[in-house]
């Protein structure tokens, strides 16, 4: 049988499956107590004030961008966002009403180029939207400071980046809001599902509305969903005497709740997640060690010094000078049972969805070429240091034979 070295990783451990047959058990599988258990660790583990549980990471970011909107009440905002990203952050933007306007990356880290992000702002734009892509954080101080000095909001897409830091801070809290995903192959999961984190209670409780509909109840406490309880705030919505709150809806929102079965997976791994990061920080270290003398084929993603990456995958990018492509390696590789993944790709001059925005190739030339020539291999706490040593050796052995 062959090897199967794959990108990502799935534990249920013994606490979530207790957890599982319990719920099962109570009948109650819709958002409830578990789902609040985890928002509540969530929050804790990133020392913030709110959690709020959703759907996927998609919803995650929509949900974020649509409560900026909200608290600021603009019509036809913009959304400064990378290029080189997962299609799902610009699709966001999208579904949450806002258009993306899209600003070139560095070669060096994949991450938004600062430099360039003030000669996209205009009078519309609402916001911010770094993405800590592959788990290694953006130049947040500059985002920030630019942020300050044009009255932007700024909202992290963590999605892939759970426990990554930033001078000292957890990426998703510099922000007003992160978003994180929970998606089956990032670095905790519950099958699917994500989360937004915030300081910010009136975001906070906007966020709670949009992601069941846009309804008037939005307590960070449902004593109805966590134990059944009456609740004294039914029939006494502020605005209309009378109206019970669930079936009052103030905002166009989205049905997007996480339920108690996600919840189940997800809070045994919050518990796990340091452990989670040490592990994949340590693979991620190895291979960069024992591929150090490949560089002139390769671009190795390095850890500068105010950032400490949480490492979702690993990335490779062949350089200009390199005799092999991107599909030449992927194959053998995949051939030898390792999988591999294309680094996504441009998405408003290499993603057919896109071409609506009438970019044309050469606007973005760094997230193109990574789009073309980048790839990424599984560094997840599974791996066991006989899999890296077998991905480290059928890669020399491929650069040798090429």
């Known amino acids: 049988m062959q090897k199967k070295i794959t990108i990502g990783t799935t534990s249920i451990g013994s606490k979530s499956k207790k957890l599982i047959n319990e719920i099962l058990n109570s009948g109650r599988i819709s958002m409830g107590k578990y789902v609040a258990q985890l928002e509540k660790e969530f929050a804790q583990y990133h020392k913030v004030k709110e959690c709020i549980a959703v759907a996927t990471g998609t919803d995650a970011v929509t949900i974020a961008i649509a409560s900026c909107i909200n608290l600021?009440?603009?019509?036809?905002?913009?959304?400064?966002?990378?290029?080189?990203?997962?299609?799902?952050?610009?699709?966001a933007i999208v579904n949450a009403g806002a258009k993306p306007i899209f600003v070139d990356v560095n070669l060096d880290d994949y991450q938004i180029d600062v430099t360039r992000i003030e000669k996209k702002i205009t009078p519309q734009t609402l916001a911010l939207l770094p993405v800590h892509l592959l788990g290694y954080p953006a130049d947040m101080d500059?985002?920030?400071?630019?942020?300050?000095?044009?009255n932007l909001l700024v909202v992290e897409d963590a999605a892939e980046a759970h426990?990554?830091?930033?001078?000292?801070?957890?990426?998703?809290?510099?922000?007003?809001?992160?978003?994180?995903?929970?998606?089956?192959?990032?670095?905790?999961?519950t099958g699917e599902g994500g989360a937004i984190i915030?300081?910010?209670?009136?975001?906070?409780?906007?966020?709670?509305?949009?992601?069941?509909?846009?309804?008037?109840?939005?307590?960070?406490?449902?004593?109805?969903?966590?134990s059944?309880?009456?609740?004294p705030l039914r029939f006494k919505y502020e605005k209309e005497e009378g109206f019970d709150p669930r079936f009052y809806f103030e905002h166009i929102g989205y049905s997007s709740k996480m339920n108690e079965l996600e919840a189940a997976l997800g809070i045994e791994q919050i518990e796990s997640l340091d452990r989670i990061i040490d592990k994949r920080r340590k693979n991620f270290f190895y291979l960069n060690q024992q591929l150090s003398d490949l560089e002139e084929y390769f671009h190795l993603l390095k850890e500068k010094e105010k950032v400490k990456i949480s490492p979702l995958v690993y990335p490779l990018t062949i350089r200009k000078n390199a005799p092999f492509n991107r599909q030449?390696?992927?194959?053998?590789?995949?051939?030898?049972?390792?999988?591999?993944?294309?680094i996504f790709g441009c998405i408003p001059t290499q993603q057919p969805a896109y071409r609506?925005?009438?970019?044309?190739?050469?606007?973005?030339?760094?997230a193109e070429y990574i789009g073309e020539n980048g790839f990424y291999l599984g560094v997840h706490q599974n791996l066991t240091k006989q899999d890296l040593d077998y991905i480290v050796e059928e890669i020399h052995n491929f650069v040798r034979s090429n």
């Open 163 to 189: 426990g990554a830091i930033y001078k000292n801070k957890k990426v998703g809290t510099l922000g007003i809001a992160g978003a994180f995903s929970f998606y089956v192959a990032h670095i905790i999961t």
């Open 142 to 150: 500059t985002i920030l400071d630019i942020a300050k000095r044009y």
């Open 198 to 226: 915030t300081n910010n209670e009136e975001f906070a409780s906007l966020a709670r509305s949009l992601r069941a509909h846009g309804r008037a109840c939005k307590c960070k406490k449902c004593v109805l969903n966590i």
């Open 72 to 91: 600021n009440n603009q019509k036809s905002p913009e959304i400064i966002l990378p290029a080189l990203t997962f299609i799902a952050s610009a699709n």
């Open 228 to 231: 059944s309880q009456y609740c």
């Open 328 to 342: 030449d390696i992927t194959i053998y590789l995949e051939k030898k049972g390792i999988e591999t993944r294309p």
């Open 356 to 366: 609506f925005m009438n970019h044309k190739l050469g606007d973005f030339p760094n």
